[in-house]
């Protein structure tokens, strides 16, 4: 009986998509979050009738057919890249991108890694990094003597130094922006990285065209829509149910066929 593989593949779909919405919930409050969706095909069709095939010698041909279809797989998840909305925190080294690009990242092994996360701080010889300490591209170091921070909505980093009146250009930020950013591979700590179906980064400076700008003392915050979450939460709980229910269904029939041949 098919419906049984069926419903499995159907619970299966489902216990997957439930899974994909519960790491959106989960990461409602991580800074540049962006939220998924798991996409589903139908899987393979049989024939019992080809639609188009002959049904006399006369020439009339099958207008429908008759086809049985196998369930349903995922196919991928999809992340969604809409803006978050931008809280501010009055912290000069938090740094939000309003628009397009990523900040890159220098990872020890030495390959470079994009992120929305604007959450930076100064390590101990006075570069900027990320909260686990890897180096923010271009590197951009602050002089010991600082005692204020500006970025600007173009990029650059200025610096009031102790005894100086005017400030000094201490460099310049860079985003990387990408033709297909749903193509990047997550790998956790709110890093991505470089695939072939990403396609090479585009590098510029930010309000350049194509590119977003940098608002200072500010996060972007998650993009996941908890009523929407919700939503689909129930929704996939449901599915699972009435995917369940065939199973049931299904092994009920097959008890009643068998009681027929004892």
């Known amino acids: ?80 890249n809409t ?24 990872l020890p092994n030495g390959t470079i890694a994009y992120s929305r996360d604007g959450s930076l701080q100064l390590n101990d ?23 204020g921070i500006t970025v600007n909505a173009s990029g650059q980093v200025l ?10 250009t201490l460099g310049q930020l860079q985003l990387a922006n990408f033709i297909n950013p749903t193509g990047l591979e997550a790998t956790g700590d709110n890093l991505l990285t470089e695939t072939q179906a990403s396609g090479a980064p585009v590098v510029g400076n930010p309000q350049a065209v194509g590119f977003g700008s940098i608002v200072q003392g500010s996060l972007e915050t998650s993009n996941v829509d908890i009523v929407s979450e919700i939503t689909n939460l129930i929704t996939a709980q449901r599915a699972y149910e009435m995917n369940s229910r065939v199973i049931k269904a299904s092994d009920e029939m097959l008890q009643t066929a068998s009681q027929l041949k004892s």
């Open 1 to 80: 009986m098919r419906s049984l593989s069926i419903g499995a593949t159907g619970m299966e779909a489902q216990q997957l998509n439930v899974e994909v919405i519960s790491n959106n919930i989960a990461n409602l409050s991580t800074t540049g979050f962006k939220s998924s969706r798991a996409d589903f095909q139908d899987l393979l069709y049989q024939d019992m009738r080809r639609v188009g095939s002959a049904s006399s010698d006369t020439g009339t041909i099958v207008p429908s057919g008759l086809q049985v279809g196998l369930g349903v797989k995922p196919a991928a998840t999809y992340r969604i």
């Open 83 to 106: 803006q978050g909305n931008l809280t501010v925190t009055n912290n000069p080294l938090d740094l939000a991108v309003n628009g397009n690009g990523y900040f890159q990242v220098q």
């Open 159 to 168: 610096a009031t130094i102790s005894g100086q009146t005017n400030q000094q």
């Open 125 to 147: 010889t006075g570069q900027i990094v990320t909260a686990d300490g890897f180096q923010v591209i271009p590197n951009i170091t602050v002089p010991q003597s600082t005692t």
